[in-house]
């Protein structure tokens, strides 16, 4: 069964730095891109970016481009998503998905990590 | 950028109507259109990928079309579990983007 698990809920003030993770399982990792999609409280889906495991090629969306990291660790199947200065306005649930195949869709999603920034 | 545009934003309607609800691309993307079904508190859901085929598992009063750069995703005759907010997305470019979403609400 194809699962993916995200780290914790956290809660940090601006200005701190931050990694949340997700960990895949049930499927071959390396094969498949991952996304990292956030929501903001009461708003719609969007897209951050994806990384290929197999070799750490990452894009981003320019909206997000400069603002996080996004990195994996094959070796344990797990991707990560990192701001090295948070800010108030980075408050949300953030997704990772996996993408399917060359078609693209985010076929099997993480439970989503809730971040809240706030001093 | 390709830029998604969906419409309407929200809508209402009774169980057992017909809701139809678009998406547009900036672009032609082929047909590279997934649609994704969000319940409150929950995941999205991918319901239908490649703008026609429905996922395993979920029920056929779900319907895609289109290519190019319109699309629609009909709900037949609708039931009270199908309350959720619709996402298209498009995987053409290698810089994948979301609608802004419909908000489906049973009256």
């Known amino acids: 069964e194809v699962q993916l698990v995200q780290s914790g809920a956290e809660v940090k003030k601006p200005g701190e730095s931050l990694k949340i993770s997700c960990k895949g399982s049930g499927y071959s990792f390396s094969s498949h891109w991952i996304g990292w999609v956030r929501q903001r409280p009461g708003k719609g889906l969007e897209w951050m970016g994806i990384i290929y495991p197999g070799d750490s090629d990452a894009r981003y969306s320019p909206s997000f481009q400069g603002q996080v990291t996004i990195s994996v660790d094959k070796s344990i199947n797990t991707a990560y998503l990192q701001w090295d200065t948070l800010r108030a306005p980075d408050t949300a649930r953030y997704y990772c998905?996996?993408?399917?195949?060359?078609?693209?869709?985010?076929?099997?999603w993480g439970q989503g990590t809730l971040l809240t920034v706030s001093s | 950028d390709i830029q998604m545009t969906q419409s309407p934003s929200s809508l209402s309607a009774s169980v057992g109507d017909r809701v139809t609800i678009t998406c547009r691309a900036s672009q032609s993307i082929s047909n590279y259109l997934n649609w994704y079904q969000q319940k409150p508190g929950r995941a999205p859901k991918l319901i239908i990928s490649s703008a026609s085929f429905l996922q395993s598992g979920v029920t056929s009063r779900f319907s895609g079309s289109g290519s190019g750069t319109y699309f629609t995703l009909t709900i037949y005759s609708l039931q009270p579990e199908d309350s959720a907010t619709y996402y298209c997305q498009q995987s053409y470019s290698d810089l994948f983007s979301f609608g802004p979403g419909t908000k489906v609400e049973i009256k």
């Open positions: 998905a996996r993408v399917r195949n060359s078609y693209g869709p985010f076929d099997y």
